[in-house]
């Protein structure tokens, strides 16, 4: 993801001084003040301008070498999130008194955060005022109309919605989405677009929570445990990210308790003076409606319909009556539905024979890898396709097409 270009004439130097402030005179007893760097010795020089990224954390990490190397690490992994896993290890040793603790006053939160958001001011992430969110609605729009192949609703759908959201001047309640269809139809996929293109670290973010219940969830006996677990877990997160998602992998197999656990944090309204302080977004992903929506598409190819002409309020209407009829499953049973918590469900069509093939390019070109259009359709022909008499729709989607390209590595 392409990050915006910081001011570099002004902003390295006041965030030298900021770093010298901070720790000037503070320090612990003994700690002799690190030098000023040579160029911030004269006035009017300034260091060259360059990118967000690698070039710029470089030419910091250059000016500030006087710093220690264990504060430096510190500060990196908690601005840039860079050497984080070399910081983690020595904390874990600081913590066991392998090593002395530090006398630098930085460490406290609310020097984090101040330099966190100074630092932030002359990025993109101004808009957003907080380094982690982006909100790349473009690029968002940019993947889905490249990358997501025969899912023209599901396109339509989560962009508006989630654009629309971001930019409500305070939204009531959270966004609620539910992702339908068969497996390998692009349901997670979407779902790590969405957090790619609205937090810097995508899945990875501290404000994007992944929950998939046979993962987390495993067993009913300990419901009531998971209960807690789950409530403080996303408590947590919503207290410490004005924007967060959440994502819900498997959502039919979550038990009845824990989805009604969850009902709170999306009918919960902001207090009045604070709606645009904290958002939300939860994310349902599951395979009930696959076979309802797999017959409305199957019933369009017969009549000789485009997919195209499919639209949202018949495959709506067909998924909630389907969903809300007594079944075994949790799901079904919930009260998300009866209570209209659900904003929107967001039906995935079965892939036909050519969307494999462009997913089959897609994985050619992600790994640089040359093909041709006899080599996609050897890889699409190596998927199952169904009903048995049509031979319509791949079984499995996209789902396995990464892999099946090792077939034709030179």
Not at 10 to 15: A, D, K, P
Not at 302 to 309: K, N, Q, V, W
Not at 327 to 344: P, T
Request: proline share 6%.
């Amino acid at each position: 993801m392409r990050q915006a270009r910081l001011p570099a004439p002004r902003g390295l130097g006041c965030f030298v001084l900021v770093l010298l402030l901070l720790l000037g005179g503070s320090g612990s007893p003994g700690t002799t003040p690190p030098p000023r760097p040579p160029w911030a010795e004269q006035p009017g020089a300034v260091p060259e301008r360059a990118p967000w990224g690698t070039a710029r954390y470089e030419a910091v990490k250059k000016h500030l070498g006087a710093l220690s190397k264990q504060y430096w690490q510190y500060l990196a992994c908690r601005v840039w999130q860079e050497g984080c896993e070399e910081e983690e290890k020595q904390q874990e040793e600081r913590e066991a008194g392998a090593v002395p603790g530090w006398g630098f006053p930085l460490v406290g939160q609310d020097y984090l955060e101040i330099l966190s958001a100074w630092y932030c001011s002359f990025g993109r992430c101004c808009e957003t005022g907080d380094c982690r969110i982006i909100n790349n609605i473009t690029g968002l729009e940019a993947d889905l109309s490249g990358h997501l192949h025969g899912q023209h609703l599901a396109k339509a759908v989560v962009l508006r919605a989630v654009q629309g959201f971001l930019q409500s001047p305070g939204p009531r309640r959270a966004l609620v989405l539910s992702f339908h269809g068969w497996s390998g139809t692009g349901k997670n996929f979407v779902a790590r677009m969405v957090a790619s293109h609205l937090y810097r670290d995508g899945l990875r973010s501290d404000c994007v929570r992944v929950f998939v219940s046979l993962l987390h969830f495993p067993h009913h006996n300990y419901v009531d445990s998971y209960k807690a677990q789950l409530q403080r877990q996303i408590s947590e997160t919503l207290q410490h990210c004005r924007q967060a998602l959440l994502i819900f992998d498997e959502a039919e197999k979550l038990h009845s308790s824990l989805l009604d656990a969850i009902k709170p944090f999306m009918a919960q309204h902001n207090s009045k003076g604070q709606a645009d302080q904290q958002r939300s977004i939860f994310l349902f992903l599951s395979n009930l409606g696959g076979n309802t929506i797999n017959e409305v598409a199957l019933d369009f190819w017969r009549a000789g319909r485009a997919r195209e002409e499919i639209s949202l309020e018949l495959l709506e209407q067909r998924l909630r009556l389907e969903l809300q009829e007594p079944a075994e499953n949790s799901y079904a049973h919930s009260q998300l539905l009866r209570e209209n918590l659900i904003d929107f469900l967001v039906p995935f069509l079965p892939l036909e024979y050519h969307h494999v093939k462009l997913c089959a390019r897609d994985a050619f070109l992600a790994r640089g890898l040359p093909y041709t259009e006899a080599t996609l359709d050897q890889v699409a022909q190596m998927m199952v396709f169904v009903p048995k008499e049509e031979k319509l729709f791949s079984a499995q989607g996209c789902k396995s097409v990464p892999q099946r390209i090792n077939y034709f590595l030179p």
